[in-house]
């Protein structure tokens, strides 16, 4: 036993200081971690959208390549595109498609001078279009409580003819 002139004194168990102080810790690093969430949930959705945008630039893309070349009109012409959620293109001819529409693309296209090929009586023949593709996200006009959000995208289509042998 103990002697009786020495107050006993129990070691087992934490003192409220260092009770509060873990608490402090942990609740440190837990708001970290919340903060870091936020910043993860903003990069995946910055992250879909770029991937949507980039599926329907090709779309539109690949669209005007399949045009006879000599059809491409180049300067205040412009071609727009219908897109539903999901990135898929949607006809543009009826209105009751455009409904459905999430994303409008407008490909607007720039004859490039620099590669045109002089012909012998002194024409040019076009090339290259600088092609720039103007993706909107809402479709409706803009208000101050939702502004609409615009995505460009800057390609080319070239003319390919295959060498004659």
Known sequence: MFPPDKPHRATAGFTLVEIVLALGIISFGLV???GLLAVSLDSSRSSDQDTMIASMARQVTTTLRERPFDKLKSGGSSDIFYFDAEGRALPAATPEARQG????????LTRNADFDTV??????????????????????????????????VNTAIARYEPPIL
């Open 101 to 108: 529409a999430v994303y409008q693309c407008t490909a607007i």
């Open 32 to 34: 970290a971690l919340v």
């Open 119 to 152: 012909e012998t009586n002194g024409t040019s023949k076009p090339n290259l279009f600088d092609v720039q593709l103007r993706f909107s996200t809402a479709l409706k006009p803009a208000t101050s409580a939702t502004p609409a959000a615009m995505e460009v």
